[in-house]
């Protein structure tokens, strides 16, 4: 059984940055049906006790297409969404920690470069889709971006998602209309770049 990630804040604790109704609508909504719809396929596809990561890196093992799809769809929305969720916070730090602050110099220049690539990707990105912030065994870092609900661990290269900036207009919609830019800076207001810090670190 998989399970939308537990808050640790309030819907209306984003507030201004996240809405509180897109947050009852995007978790409450969207989030709990991708876990009901995967659920219902990795049962049929037998994958079901498998975690979530094991899964996603190996659609290639469910043979049915069409249940391949639904596991691909469902299990990338609920896989994505709970790493989404989870790295808001209504006091979020705005630099990174530790090992990750040193990677992000090294590879990037600074806090500030990391931030302009991801955000050139997910206004890039064309319709619905994510970008990324992920790291590889080695400790390296790549920024990407992905269509629909597929992410960096289909991708088979072994990369494994830090941060997850979804771009589908349901995530902005409500509050910023077509203003995908203005909802981008302010998902930047709100993720917790001490807890994309400790992720990193417990990759490592
Ligand atoms: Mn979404």
Known sequence: ??????????????????DTLTMETHYGKHHATYTANLNAAAEKAG????????VLSSLDSIADPAVRTAVRNNGGGFYNHNLYFANFSPNAA???????AAQIDKQFG???NL?????????GQFGSGWAWLSANASGELKVSNSLNQDNPLM???GYIPLLAL???EHAYYLKYKNLRAEYIKAYFE????????????SLG
């Open 115 to 123: 931030k302009e690539e991801l955000t050139k990707k997910a206004v």
């Open 166 to 168: 979804d771009v589908w």
């Open 47 to 54: 994958v079901a006790d498998k975690p979530i990561e094991e």
């Open 190 to 201: 709100v993720l917790d770049w001490k807890k994309v810090s400790e992720r990193y670190e």
């Open 94 to 100: 705005k630099a990174a920690e530790g090992k990750l």
């Open 155 to 157: 991708d088979g290269e």
């Open 1 to 18: 059984m998989f399970e939308q990630v537990k808050l640790d804040y309030a819907f209306a604790d984003l507030e201004p940055c996240i």
């Open 110 to 112: 600074s806090l500030e």
